[in-house]
Nanobody, 122 residues
Framework: VQLVESGGGLVQAGGSLRLSCVASGRMLSGSNIGWFRQAPAKEREFVAAISWSMTTNYADSVKGRFTVSRDNEKNMFYLQMSSLKPEDTAVYYC?????????????????WGQGTQVTVSA
C-alpha cells in the first residue's frame, strides 16, 4: 500500500485547510485510517482516526475543530481542519492499520504516507 498526502500549506491562525490522502496498491476493505502529526523536536502524536464503519476518534486538542472522513470507493481519506492555531503546526501523516480496530497509538499502523507540512502563523 502506498499513501500520498496533499493539502498542506501555510495558513493564518483561525483559518482552515483540508488534507487529503490517497491510497494505492490494494483495496483497503476493513482497514482503519489514522492521522498523526509531528512538530519539530516533539514526538509523533495522534490526531484523529476513522474505522471502516465510519466510527471516529479525535485527540482532545483537535476535538470540535478537525473532522476526519473517508471515501471507501475511492480509497481517499480526508482531514478537515478549522480554527487552526499556531500549535497545530506540524508535519501531518496519514496511516493505515489493516487489521483489528482503530487505534490512537502509532505503533499498530502498518502503512504510512510521507507527510505534508502544515504551518499556522499567528
Amino acid at each position: 500500500v502506498q499513501l500520498v498526502e496533499s493539502g498542506g500549506g501555510l495558513v493564518q491562525a483561525g483559518g482552515s485547510l483540508r488534507l487529503s490522502c490517497v491510497a494505492s496498491g490494494r483495496m483497503l476493505s476493513g482497514s482503519n485510517i489514522g492521522w498523526f502529526r509531528q512538530a519539530p523536536a516533539k514526538e509523533r502524536e495522534f490526531v484523529a482516526a476513522i474505522s471502516w464503519s465510519m466510527t471516529t476518534n479525535y485527540a482532545d486538542s483537535v476535538k470540535g475543530r478537525f473532522t476526519v472522513s473517508r471515501d471507501n470507493e475511492k480509497n481517499m481519506f480526508y482531514l478537515q481542519m478549522s480554527s487552526l492555531k499556531p500549535e497545530d503546526t506540524a508535519v501531518y501523516y496519514c496511516a493505515v492499520k489493516t487489521y483489528g480496530t482503530s487505534s490512537n497509538s502509532a505503533a499498530p499502523y502498518n502503512y504510512w504516507g510521507q507527510g505534508t507540512q502544515v504551518t499556522v502563523s499567528a
